[in-house]
């Protein structure tokens, strides 16, 4: 999973800009909400108010991007900290709503024929983890599942997943897509603004 490490200060002309580098809004909303694990602000001795001033910054800056993310609309929101937000205690609090909503979403789609069977059912829930899990993966590794994957996943021959289960399945992705736009839309307008 992504670390703090995958991006490099930005340099200025006049030296290390005060303002969070972020190159990407999963980066600073993954940053934001990092456990506080810098230095005390108060320091005794070396070049103290230095970092204390460098310290202040970047929590004004993570507040910033906190309040951004805090106005977004509710399933919107907790996908974003499902996705993008280091893991949690609420990290699969957050995936278990992603889910029951991709759920919903799909049984308005189907028809009586295929709710009826307990096992198709149990395979939508499944598949609604898998492509929640698919799409977290995709966002920081840039790397879908394989057909053949998702298919081990689902406990099903991989030639019969996209005759059975593909059109579901992109339905799935197009939802969990627009919620990766959303989710990272307003984080990269505020980061337009701050730069």
């Given at each position: 999973?992504?670390?703090?490490?995958?991006?490099q200060p930005?340099?200025?002309?006049?030296?290390?800009?005060?303002?969070l580098?972020?190159?990407?809004?999963?980066?600073?909303?993954?940053?934001?909400?990092?456990?506080?694990?810098?230095?005390?602000?108060?320091?005794?001795e070396?070049?103290?108010?230095?970092?204390?001033?460098?310290?202040?910054?970047?929590?004004?800056?993570?507040?910033?991007?906190?309040?951004?993310?805090?106005?977004?609309?509710?399933?919107?929101?907790?996908?974003?900290?499902?996705?993008?937000?280091p893991?949690?205690?609420?990290?699969?609090?957050?995936?278990?709503?992603?889910?029951?909503r991709?759920?919903?979403?799909?049984?308005?789609?189907?028809?009586?024929?295929?709710?009826?069977?307990?096992?198709?059912c149990?395979?939508?829930?499944?598949?609604?983890n898998?492509?929640?899990?698919?799409?977290?993966?995709?966002?920081?590794?840039?790397?879908?599942?394989?057909d053949?994957?998702?298919?081990?996943?689902?406990?099903?021959?991989?030639?019969?997943?996209q005759?059975?289960?593909?059109?579901?399945?992109?339905?799935?992705q197009?939802?969990?897509s627009?919620?990766?736009?959303?989710?990272?839309?307003?984080?990269?307008?505020?980061?337009?603004?701050?730069?």
């Amino acid at each position: 999973m992504a670390t703090t490490d995958a991006y490099q200060p930005a340099q200025q002309k006049n030296g290390t800009n005060l303002v969070l580098p972020w190159r990407s809004a999963k980066i600073a909303w993954h940053e934001a909400f990092m456990s506080m694990r810098s230095k005390p602000l108060v320091q005794c001795e070396g070049n103290g108010s230095v970092d204390n001033l460098d310290q202040i910054g970047r929590s004004l800056e993570k507040g910033i991007v906190q309040d951004a993310v805090a106005k977004l609309p509710k399933p919107i929101r907790e996908w974003g900290m499902y996705c993008y937000a280091p893991d949690h205690a609420k990290t699969e609090t957050y995936k278990s709503r992603v889910a029951d909503r991709l759920y919903a979403l799909l049984v308005e789609q189907l028809d009586d024929t295929y709710l009826k069977s307990r096992i198709r059912c149990i395979r939508l829930v499944t598949m609604c983890n898998i492509a929640i899990e698919e799409c977290k993966n995709q966002q920081w590794t840039g790397e879908f599942y394989s057909d053949y994957k998702r298919a081990q996943l689902l406990g099903i021959h991989h030639q019969n997943f996209q005759r059975d289960y593909g059109q579901l399945y992109g339905s799935m992705q197009e939802v969990l897509s627009g919620y990766c736009g959303r989710a990272l839309g307003g984080v990269a307008r505020l980061l337009c603004e701050i730069n």
